[in-house]
């Protein structure tokens, strides 16, 4: 049997008000590469938040299981401490709070990742040099007048830290020029060979996964997985779009 580092399983989830995912299974190996896509306001963002446990969503049915354990009910904070990380698709800017102090708060949680202040700092500035980063970066505001390119640096910046046992990327690639975007992608292939973890990709951009080899894809239509398949589906996603998948949950919309 495959050793499934997430399962999720028969899930549906959403705000107070209004359902979003609907009967959501998927199963993620050690040290897999996972991609989902789908259209504009699938759901895929609110999977990825869920599965971090962001309180603005609530679980109504179904399971979410990590590495053995059963997480359905934790706190985002216990689900990070377990080794879930979450870039966001939109990152918030939080003044007041600089992006060093930011990173040495997060990584002195972890008890694997305690070191001197010094060893922080080499290891942050040679992140950062791997990320092609200003350095200056590192004493401003977390976040605070960033372009949205600079933003997903730093999500990449905290991944690189952090090494989680599963990241979820949401679209980390987006508005990404084309040299941020190799940087992105080297960024990637650095945090699958330091760590060796599971990656579940939200993109619309496939440009991002050229150099990924990746295990399984899966689309989301209406909040529902309605196809799964190898790399190669996503070449037939961009020839062909997500018409065929949309005929597919227009089925299960009606049962
Ligand atoms: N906190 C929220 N409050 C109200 N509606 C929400 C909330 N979060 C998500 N939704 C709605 O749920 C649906 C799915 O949104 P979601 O952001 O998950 O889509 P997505 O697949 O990530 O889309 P995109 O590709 O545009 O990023 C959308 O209709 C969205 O408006
Ligand atoms: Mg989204």
Same mark, same amino acid.
């Given at each position: =049997?495959?050793?499934?580092?997430?399962? !999720?399983?028969?899930?549906?989830?959403? /705000?107070?008000? @209004?359902?979003?995912?609907?009967?959501?299974? $998927?199963?993620?190996?050690?040290?897999?590469?996972?991609?989902?896509?789908?259209?504009?306001?699938?759901?895929?963002? /609110?999977?990825?938040?869920?599965?971090?446990?962001? +309180?603005?969503?609530?679980?109504?049915?179904?399971?979410?299981?990590?590495?053995?354990?059963?997480?359905?009910?934790?706190?985002?904070? @216990?689900?990070?401490?377990?080794?879930?990380?979450?870039?966001?698709?939109? +990152?918030?800017?939080?003044?007041? !709070?600089?992006?060093?102090?930011?990173?040495?708060?997060? /990584?002195?949680?972890?008890?694997?990742? @305690? %070191?001197?202040?010094? @060893?922080?700092?080499?290891?942050?500035? *040679?992140?950062?040099?791997?990320?092609? %980063?200003?350095?200056?970066?590192?004493?401003?505001?977390?976040?605070?007048?960033?372009?949205?390119?600079?933003?997903?640096?730093?999500?990449?910046?905290?991944?690189?830290?952090?090494? +989680?046992?599963?990241?979820?990327?949401?679209?980390?690639?987006? #508005?990404?020029?084309?040299?941020? $975007?190799?940087?992105?992608?080297? #960024?990637?292939?650095?945090?699958?060979?330091?760590?060796?973890?599971?990656? $579940?990709?939200?993109?619309?951009? /496939?440009?991002?996964? *050229?150099?990924?080899? !990746?295990?399984?894809?899966?689309? =989301?239509?209406?909040?529902?997985?309605?196809?799964?398949? +190898?790399?190669?589906?996503?070449?037939?996603?961009?020839?062909?779009?997500?018409?065929?998948?949309?005929?597919?949950?227009?089925?299960?919309?009606?049962?």
């Amino acid at each position: =049997m495959s050793n499934h580092l997430l399962r !999720v399983s028969g899930l549906f989830a959403g /705000t107070e008000d @209004k359902p979003i995912l609907h009967d959501v299974s $998927l199963s993620l190996g050690a040290r897999e590469t996972h991609v989902l896509m789908g259209p504009n306001g699938a759901g895929k963002s /609110t999977l990825g938040r869920v599965i971090m446990g962001d +309180p603005a969503y609530q679980v109504t049915d179904g399971s979410i299981q990590f590495d053995g354990c059963d997480i359905t009910d934790q706190s985002a904070d @216990k689900r990070s401490l377990a080794g879930i990380f979450l870039s966001y698709q939109a +990152p918030v800017e939080v003044p007041g !709070v600089p992006l060093y102090s930011y990173l040495r708060t997060i /990584t002195q949680k972890r008890p694997e990742l @305690k %070191m001197t202040a010094r @060893k922080f700092r080499a290891r942050v500035g *040679e992140i950062a040099e791997q990320l092609d %980063m200003d350095s200056s970066f590192i004493t401003r505001e977390l976040n605070v007048g960033f372009s949205g390119g600079e933003k997903k640096k730093i999500e990449m910046l905290q991944l690189l830290l952090l090494q +989680p046992k599963l990241a979820i990327l949401d679209e980390t690639d987006s #508005g990404l020029d084309v040299d941020a $975007l190799s940087v992105v992608s080297r #960024g990637i292939e650095a945090y699958r060979a330091a760590c060796d973890g599971t990656l $579940l990709i939200i993109t619309h951009n /496939t440009r991002i996964l *050229e150099r990924l080899s !990746v295990d399984q894809t899966h689309v =989301m239509v209406r909040g529902r997985l309605v196809a799964e398949g +190898p790399g190669s589906l996503i070449d037939d996603i961009d020839a062909h779009g997500f018409e065929q998948f949309e005929r597919a949950a227009e089925g299960t919309d009606a049962q």
